[in-house]
């Protein structure tokens, strides 16, 4: 019997190692990793710069708490803001603390209580967050739900704008959802979202949590988009495997979120600091960015190539790219991991691809190969 509550449902490989885009089980089998511990693990496994950013600062000072000042706080939040609509930063631990952050904020602001969300979107498992994500098997025996989320069909203009009335304070989505399905935002929605947004004075809220940090090969995905977002929270790939969220909001917000509005003990804790700016100088780098947009193409080529188009549809953007099946994708997943090759779903029947955005155009072609052979492999 297990000493843990049996809340996932994990596969029985036991990873110990990894370096790179590979990682390694008890007895020393390869696995590449396409997942990056779903979207986290940036620039792969063991990174000689996130290493020494730990180790220095590991002997320096761990923990201080928000009773002080952070300079490193300061450039942090710099290094996320610049170039972007906002000017403000919060701190904490993870996505669905980004975004309980960006619904207080919002309800703050606003005075008022309605945020609109999107089906299958996923927003994370905190109470706020829960209530917020548009799948009903998240919030399955935890209601009543807070009534604070009107949620509608993703890419609905009509539906869209039958929701609205004066009591929306904001309109919260992900660009991509990644884990509802790897469901892009269409343009046209995006306009409509943009356009009543800057009607009716309604905050436009982007959960980058998944998309953010150059996983769509830009620093942002919004940036595919029309949308000028008033908040964007961050958290999976900001940290590279530390555990880091944040909240960027427009300068409007800012006296909203005054002192004791909000808070967190950990947030922003020096060791995540120094491990997220890191991150963020190597991936933000012009170079970088468009390499990871160069190997999205490549690994986008390579699929539409092997795999029959009237059977698959290749979904996503950046190294954030779905496999749409016919069927369920439970078998090929553990097909693939037999073979090596460590990927995960995203709603019921899409595999979805997630390397570490240092992943080479060499591994790309490893993980083709083995994918198209479990894929294609006729099941008995
Ligand atoms: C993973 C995810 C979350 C939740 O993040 P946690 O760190 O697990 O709380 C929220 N939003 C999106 C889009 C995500 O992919």
């Given at each position: 019997?297990?000493?843990?509550?049996?809340?996932?449902?994990?596969?029985?490989?036991?990873?110990?190692?990894?370096?790179?885009?590979?990682?390694?089980?008890?007895?020393?089998?390869?696995?590449?990793?396409?997942?990056?511990?779903?979207?986290?693990?940036?620039?792969?496994?063991?990174?000689?710069?996130?290493?020494?950013?730990?180790?220095?600062?590991?002997?320096?000072?761990?923990?201080?708490?928000?009773?002080?000042?952070?300079?490193?706080?300061?450039?942090?939040?710099?290094?996320?803001?610049?170039?972007?609509?906002?000017?403000?930063?919060?701190?904490?631990?993870?996505?669905?603390?980004?975004?309980?952050?960006?619904?207080?904020?919002?309800?703050?602001?606003?005075?008022?209580h309605v945020i609109i969300t999107f089906e299958q979107s996923?927003?994370?498992?905190?109470?706020?967050?829960?209530?917020?994500?548009?799948?009903?098997?998240?919030?399955?025996?935890?209601?009543?739900?807070?009534?604070?989320?009107?949620?509608?069909?993703?890419?609905?203009?009509?539906?869209?704008?039958?929701?609205?009335?004066?009591?929306?304070?904001?309109?919260?989505?992900?660009?991509?959802?990644?884990?509802?399905?790897?469901?892009?935002?269409?343009?046209?929605?995006?306009?409509?979202?943009?356009?009543?947004?800057?009607?009716?004075?309604?905050?436009?809220?982007?959960?980058?949590?998944?998309?953010?940090?150059?996983?769509?090969?830009?620093?942002?995905?919004?940036?595919?988009?029309?949308?000028?977002?008033?908040?964007?929270?961050?958290?999976?790939?900001?940290?590279?495997?530390?555990?880091?969220?944040?909240?960027?909001?427009?300068?409007?917000?800012?006296?909203?979120?005054?002192?004791?509005?909000?808070?967190?003990?950990?947030?922003?804790?020096?060791?995540?600091?120094?491990?997220?700016?890191?991150?963020?100088?190597?991936?933000?780098?012009?170079?970088?960015?468009?390499?990871?947009?160069?190997?999205?193409?490549?690994?986008?080529?390579?699929?539409?190539?092997?795999?029959?188009?009237?059977?698959?549809?290749?979904?996503?953007?950046?190294?954030?790219?779905?496999?749409?099946?016919?069927?369920?994708?439970?078998?090929?997943?553990?097909?693939?991991?037999?073979?090596?090759?460590?990927?995960?779903?995203?709603?019921?029947?899409?595999?979805?691809?997630?390397?570490?955005?240092?992943?080479?155009?060499?591994?790309?072609?490893?993980?083709?190969?083995?994918?198209?052979?479990?894929?294609?492999?006729?099941?008995?």
């Amino acid at each position: 019997m297990s000493a843990l509550f049996n809340n996932y449902a994990r596969r029985s490989v036991h990873l110990v190692k990894g370096k790179g885009t590979y990682v390694y089980d008890e007895q020393g089998k390869p696995y590449l990793d396409f997942t990056s511990g779903i979207a986290v693990v940036s620039l792969g496994h063991a990174h000689p710069a996130i290493v020494n950013a730990l180790k220095e600062q590991s002997e320096k000072l761990w923990h201080i708490s928000n009773l002080f000042e952070s300079p490193e706080q300061e450039q942090l939040a710099q290094s996320l803001l610049k170039n972007t609509p906002l000017s403000r930063a919060f701190f904490c631990n993870s996505g669905a603390e980004a975004n309980e952050a960006a619904i207080k904020l919002a309800r703050k602001h606003t005075a008022k209580h309605v945020i609109i969300t999107f089906e299958q979107s996923f927003h994370g498992r905190t109470f706020g967050a829960m209530a917020a994500t548009g799948q009903e098997k998240v919030k399955l025996g935890f209601g009543p739900m807070l009534d604070t989320f009107r949620t509608i069909p993703f890419n609905d203009v009509n539906a869209l704008e039958a929701a609205i009335d004066e009591d929306v304070a904001a309109i919260m989505l992900e660009v991509i959802q990644g884990e509802g399905g790897v469901n892009t935002v269409t343009p046209a929605f995006a306009s409509k979202i943009q356009e009543l947004c800057q009607a009716k004075d309604i905050l436009c809220i982007v959960d980058e949590v998944q998309t953010g940090i150059g996983r769509t090969g830009t620093k942002y995905a919004y940036e595919h988009t029309v949308l000028q977002p008033d908040i964007i929270t961050l958290a999976k790939g900001l940290g590279g495997g530390f555990p880091i969220g944040a909240m960027l909001g427009s300068e409007k917000l800012a006296e909203s979120f005054g002192p004791g509005a909000h808070g967190t003990t950990f947030g922003g804790n020096p060791l995540a600091v120094a491990v997220a700016q890191t991150i963020v100088e190597h991936v933000f780098d012009e170079t970088f960015l468009l390499s990871v947009q160069q190997k999205s193409r490549y690994l986008i080529e390579r699929l539409k190539f092997s795999l029959p188009a009237n059977l698959f549809e290749i979904l996503g953007e950046g190294l954030l790219i779905g496999i749409k099946c016919k069927d369920d994708v439970t078998s090929i997943i553990k097909l693939a991991e037999d073979q090596g090759l460590l990927i995960v779903q995203a709603g019921p029947n899409v595999i979805r691809l997630l390397p570490p955005l240092t992943v080479t155009e060499k591994e790309i072609d490893e993980a083709v190969e083995l994918l198209t052979t479990v894929m294609l492999v006729p099941s008995e």
